[in-house]
């Protein structure tokens, strides 16, 4: 499986500059790191909501170095990504509640998991602090028994096994354990999933921008980008004193599988 890296952009409303590494299984929680666009920890910054239609954001890329999520025309030239008219309901994995660890990570280990597996690290680095750090790495990216991404972790992956966020969504249902925290959760997953199908395709931040954003405003993910606001409203209202225990990475594991705080 390839890895992919995209970015959520300040669009529709939520401020985002997600610059995560995407990473992909390989039976082990298996991690191919990339080169995020982001700041710090490659996390979001959910500040901002209810602004919409705005761009900008975190870089993207794909593959690990390379563009391993791109095509190619006969002439070896990679033409520029389009976001599809439409995203199949299949493509998107059904909302799973993420399945809280408590101290399953201590802050040293979710740090240097992201130092080996996010930002800049390499698969040498990565696959060395798993092999050091299983139970931490199997709640942070848990698989099944033939190796496949679950989302019962804190990280979110796509139908087909490939890693594509922080699972911020899983994050929120924690920290809001009502209904809302579970409806946001849920429609901001199907919202970030599609994003990630419309521009697998994309291989700079430039690109990338572009087709996520034509595919939120009016595009393949916009039914998406309008259901996740109501919900979402409370819980990614940051800077009207929402939740802000889920708007970084390393909030994201730390909720998930550290400390809980």
């Known amino acids: 499986m390839h890895s992919r890296l995209f970015s959520l952009l300040a669009i529709s409303g939520l401020a985002v500059s997600t610059g995560l590494s ?16 982001g700041g710090g920890d490659g996390g979001a910054d959910f500040g901002g909501f209810g602004s919409s239609g705005s761009s900008g954001g975190g870089a993207a890329s794909s593959g690990t170095g390379s563009a391993s999520g791109a095509s190619s025309s006969g002439s070896g030239t990679t033409p520029a990504c389009m976001a599809p008219s439409s995203v ?17 990570c201590s802050s040293t280990q979710i740090t240097d998991y992201i130092a080996a597996c996010v930002p800049n690290g390499s698969a040498t680095m990565c696959k060395n602090w798993e092999q050091a750090n299983t139970r931490c790495a199997q709640c942070i990216a848990p698989t099944n028994s033939a190796g496949a991404g679950q989302n ?6 796509d139908v087909h096994g490939n890693l594509v966020d922080y699972n911020y969504g899983g994050c929120i249902a ?12 849920q429609a901001l997953d199907a919202y ?9 395709g994309c291989t700079d931040q430039t690109s990338t ?5 034509a595919a939120t405003n009016g595009g393949a993910c916009s ?39």
Request: glycine share 10%; proline share 5%.
């Open 209 to 213: 921008n572009n087709c996520q954003s």
């Open 174 to 185: 924690i920290i809001d354990a009502t209904s809302g925290g579970l409806a946001c959760a």
């Open 192 to 200: 970030v999933q599609c994003i990630d199908f419309a521009c697998e």
């Open 88 to 104: 199949p309901s299949s493509e998107l994995v059904p909302y799973v509640t993420a399945q809280q660890q408590l101290n399953a």
């Open 152 to 157: 019962t972790g804190a990280m979110l992956f």
């Open 22 to 37: 995407a990473c992909s299984s390989n039976g082990s929680a298996g991690h191919s790191p990339t080169s995020p666009g």
């Open 223 to 261: 039914a998406y980008n309008d259901a996740y606001h109501s919900p979402c409203k409370t819980d990614l209202a940051v800077d009207a004193g929402g939740n802000t225990r889920c708007s970084t990475g390393t909030q994201v594991l730390d909720v998930i599988c550290g400390a809980g705080m």
